[in-house]
């Protein structure tokens, strides 16, 4: 995208609520960094204005905003084009507005979690063995799809609704297979990924009830939760001699594929970064 030397390039993140948000702290260190002419800002829009305010921000000069918490799945319909992944998935987190009017829809959601899976565990391939994802949310439907376009061969899928997780799928296709909770240890020993996908373990949610004992070593242990950084689920499956992968890498990976789209680069995730969000978890 063209730098203006008068007009900043607007950008933000629209949901509600919106006040918690890393965002305007991620893409303001990247504005800064690169000398771009820009800003990033929290706009806290219900879901009754939503489409009245996707249409207006392009006249507004802005020329892209992340979709959260409740937008998501209304931000496809504000779109003049869907990215494929964003049409599958349902649900996009990413809009780029351009000067013509029109509106691009795109979820990087996906790239986040494998960009942070490649970087924290540059060895894992997808053909290791199958995977086992805990939670159907739209966080869970993008991370299946993810391992299955890389070649995972299968991704066993349990969640604390059933009928849920079969609605996934039943979209997703047949290498997808639903599992009882219940039945987790007998999938443990074949899986090569454990990927967590609710909020089990956030910061004022309950911890993740799991059987620890039944874990192999040689699995990768992956929490999409980054608050805390470092969730009792990934602690134990540490103890148990498992590698881990922490969930605040996936937002940033997440954010610097919404940047390259806005800005034309796609931006450095750098430890001054991490160390500067970590920073804002703890305030």
Same mark, same amino acid.
């Not at 996707?54 to 998501?72: A, D, Q």
């Not at 991370?143 to 991704?155: A, M």
């Given at each position: 995208?063209?730098?203006?030397?008068?007009?900043?390039?607007?950008?933000?993140?629209? !949901?509600?609520?919106?006040?918690?948000?890393?965002?305007?702290?991620?893409?303001?260190?990247?504005?800064?960094?690169? !000398?771009?002419?820009?800003?990033?800002?929290?706009?806290?829009?219900?879901?009754?204005?939503?489409?009245?305010?996707?249409?207006?921000?392009?006249?507004?000069?802005?020329?892209?905003?992340?979709?959260?918490?409740?937008?998501?799945?209304?931000?496809?319909?504000?779109?003049?084009?869907?990215?494929?992944?964003?049409?599958?998935? !349902?649900?996009?987190? /990413?809009?780029?507005?351009?000067?013509?009017?029109?509106?691009?829809?795109?979820?990087?959601?996906?790239?986040?979690?494998?960009?942070?899976?490649?970087?924290?565990?540059?060895?894992?391939?997808?053909?290791?063995?199958?995977?086992? @994802?805990?939670?159907?949310?739209?966080?869970?439907?993008?991370?299946?799809? /993810?391992?299955?376009?890389?070649?995972?061969?299968?991704?066993?899928?349990?969640?604390? /609704?059933?009928?849920?997780?079969?609605?996934?799928?039943?979209?997703?296709?047949?290498?997808?297979? @639903?599992?009882?909770?219940?039945?987790?240890? /007998?999938?443990?020993?074949? @899986?090569?990924?454990?990927?967590?996908?609710?909020?089990?373990?956030?910061?004022?949610?309950?911890?993740?009830? %799991?059987?620890?004992?039944?874990?192999?070593?040689?699995?990768? @242990?992956?929490?999409?939760?980054?608050?805390?950084?470092?969730?009792? %689920?990934?602690?134990?499956?540490?103890?148990?001699?498992?590698?881990?992968?922490?969930?605040?890498?996936?937002?940033?990976?997440?954010?610097?594929?919404?940047?390259?789209?806005?800005?034309?680069?796609?931006?450095?995730?750098?430890?001054?970064?991490?160390?500067?969000?970590?920073?804002?978890?703890?305030?």
């Amino acid at each position: 995208m063209r730098k203006s030397k008068s007009n900043p390039i607007l950008t933000g993140v629209i !949901g509600t609520p919106i006040g918690h948000s890393l965002s305007p702290t991620i893409h303001n260190y990247w504005i800064e960094k690169y !000398g771009e002419n820009g800003i990033y800002i929290p706009l806290e829009v219900s879901r009754t204005h939503f489409r009245d305010v996707i249409k207006t921000l392009p006249k507004m000069g802005f020329g892209g905003v992340n979709i959260t918490i409740p937008h998501k799945e209304a931000a496809l319909l504000c779109a003049d084009l869907v990215a494929d992944n964003a049409a599958l998935l !349902g649900a996009a987190n /990413t809009l780029s507005l351009r000067k013509n009017g029109k509106i691009y829809a795109n979820n990087t959601d996906g790239y986040g979690f494998l960009q942070n899976l490649k970087e924290t565990e540059p060895t894992w391939r997808a053909v290791t063995g199958p995977a086992l @994802v805990l939670g159907a949310g739209g966080g869970s439907r993008a991370i299946i799809y /993810t391992l299955l376009r890389e070649g995972v061969p299968k991704v066993y899928l349990t969640n604390r /609704t059933i009928e849920r997780a079969k609605l996934l799928q039943n979209d997703l296709g047949n290498r997808v297979k @639903v599992i009882e909770y219940a039945d987790l240890g /007998t999938a443990l020993n074949e @899986v090569s990924i454990i990927v967590n996908t609710t909020s089990l373990g956030m910061i004022g949610q309950p911890e993740m009830k %799991f059987p620890y004992d039944s874990l192999n070593h040689r699995t990768i @242990v992956y929490d999409i939760v980054y608050n805390p950084l470092k969730t009792d %689920f990934l602690k134990q499956a540490e103890i148990r001699g498992c590698r881990t992968v922490e969930g605040l890498g996936m937002l940033l990976h997440q954010a610097a594929n919404s940047y390259q789209f806005w800005f034309g680069k796609l931006p450095e995730v750098t430890p001054e970064l991490k160390n500067l969000v970590t920073e804002k978890l703890k305030a």
